[in-house]
Nanobody, 111 residues
Framework: QVQLVESGGGLVQPGGSLRLYCAASGSLFSYYTVGWYRQAPGSQRELVAKITPEDLPISAASVKGRFTISRGSAKNTINLQMNRLIPEDTAVYYC?????WGKGTLVTVTS
């Protein structure tokens, strides 16, 4: 059983930055693509960014140039650096690998 734990969410003003963290038990991050998804109230869950085992990052068009996914310095961690946040980025952000999801961390962008 794989456990994913997200952290780093919070309240931020438009134009601000946050860094999200995903930590996993086990060593799946080395072998499978890891993704960050988000779900806003009343909306479907959508892909934000993902990173392959070869460290190839892929970002959704809505966040390209603002968000960066990367492997953390600690083993089995994935980070999501979010810059120039806008109110439309408000959502619960989830970490995902294979069939596993974390419980999410809330990001709220508001003035």
């Amino acid at each position: 059983q794989v456990q994913l734990v997200e952290s780093g969410g919070g309240l931020v003003q438009p134009g601000g930055s946050l860094r999200l963290y995903c930590a996993a038990s086990g060593s799946l991050f080395s072998y499978y693509t890891v993704g960050w998804y988000r779900q806003a109230p009343g909306s479907q869950r959508e892909l934000v960014a993902k990173i392959t085992p070869e460290d190839l990052p892929i970002s959704a068009a809505s966040v390209k140039g603002r968000f960066t996914i990367s492997r953390g310095s600690a083993k089995n961690t994935i980070n999501l650096q979010m810059n120039r946040l806008i109110p439309e980025d408000t959502a619960v952000y989830y970490c995902h690998i294979r069939d596993y999801w974390g419980k999410g961390t809330l990001v709220t962008v508001t003035s």
